[in-house]
């Protein structure tokens, strides 16, 4: 494979279980990581050792001094995300962070002016317009296949949040998020509904919690309203499952219906169209590949950060674009509490 990683020392902070996707990406790209933070020191030791010249460490600042990194990828949960952020932008060093980014809007706003100030990019990591099958349907959009759209409808059916261990064998800390469906996972869609129709002018949102032991809510919907007058509907229930060999593979049914068909795509990644008032789906066939993350999004959403920052371009998650998918996820969380549609 080509080294796509031209100027960058990438360090990382985290070693939990999403971490494991973002260091085979980093692996599979070949990029000069050179260190390892972790409060498990077991753990970082053992990913460290994965890498050519990467040391561990149980302190971060002290990573930064020793292998001085041009780039920091945090992959922790967001409770710690503005005080680790507000230590490397003293470094003016580039930073990765995964998602949900800090835990509010203000929070993310005050990230916002650290990067205007200490001159840095700050980019969310935020993979799912980067999984094949949404790549995909948007060609088929531009394709114009179902002529003007008039909807879009995501089912998010992952069926993973019953009972007293939900959650607790990946990431037990989203049983005590008091904002979960929507601040965790809901934000990936909020991104995914922007990549595909532009930008959002209001929304109207009905939130609930089903599993009496986590503290925020796990089902949900949201009425989108677009600028361009497409509507779109975010139907979210984690207690429900749907029909796929890996329910986490997409997390649900989609649903993109037009003037001249619907696109459909189901738990399996395959993408179908059915014509208007036809009662045949056609499958549509395209190549992807089952490694990484859900269609080895994470690997193409590193790789693409890699190659923007070589190239000094901006990127499409860094906060200054960012930052509106928060304020639309704090407008729905507004509309909830007051029982009324938000303008964004």
Not at 41 to 49: E, F, G, L, T
Not at 93 to 107: A, G, H, M, R, V
Not at 139 to 161: A, H, N, S, V
């Amino acid at each position: 494979m080509t080294n796509t990683n031209k100027i960058q020392r990438i360090a990382v902070i985290g070693t939990g279980y999403f971490s494991q996707f973002h260091y085979d990406a980093w692996r599979r790209l070949k990029v000069n990581l050179v260190g390892v933070c972790s409060l498990d020191q077991k753990k970082a030791r053992q990913v460290a050792s994965s890498f050519k010249n990467c040391n561990f460490f149980f302190d971060f600042e002290k990573m930064i001094k020793l292998t001085n990194p041009t780039l920091i990828d945090i992959i922790t949960p967001p409770t710690e995300h503005l005080k680790i952020i507000k230590k490397i932008s003293k470094y003016g060093i580039d930073i990765i962070c995964q998602k949900p980014f800090t835990n509010s809007l203000e929070e993310a706003k005050s990230v916002l002016d650290l990067a205007k100030k200490s001159g840095i990019k700050i980019i969310v990591h935020e993979n799912f317009r980067f999984q094949p099958w949404h790549i995909q349907i948007k060609k088929m959009l531009k394709e114009k296949i179902i002529g003007k759209p008039f909807q879009i409808t995501f089912k998010m059916r992952p069926g993973d949040g019953r009972g007293q261990n939900a959650y607790l064998n990946r990431q037990p800390y989203f049983q005590k998020m008091k904002k979960f469906l929507i601040h965790e996972t809901g934000i990936h869609f909020i991104d995914l509904y922007r990549f595909f129709f532009g930008e959002i002018n209001s929304v109207a949102a009905f939130l609930f919690k089903l599993n009496k032991n986590i503290q925020g809510e796990d089902q949900g919907f949201v009425i989108f309203q677009f600028k361009n007058g497409i509507k779109g509907i975010f139907d979210a229930n984690r207690l429900s499952d749907h029909i796929a060999e890996d329910r986490r593979l997409t997390i649900g049914d989609l649903f993109l219906e037009g003037e001249k068909g619907t696109i459909r795509l189901d738990g399996n990644g395959n993408i179908f169209f059915r014509k208007f008032l036809s009662n045949n789906e056609k499958k549509i066939n395209y190549s992807w590949s089952n490694k990484g993350f859900a269609g080895d999004s994470v690997y193409f959403f590193q790789k693409h950060v890699i190659e923007q920052l070589n190239k000094n371009k901006t990127i499409n998650s860094q906060i200054e674009k960012y930052l509106i998918n928060i304020k639309i996820e704090e407008a729905i969380y507004n509309s909830n509490r007051l029982k009324k549609t938000i303008l964004i």
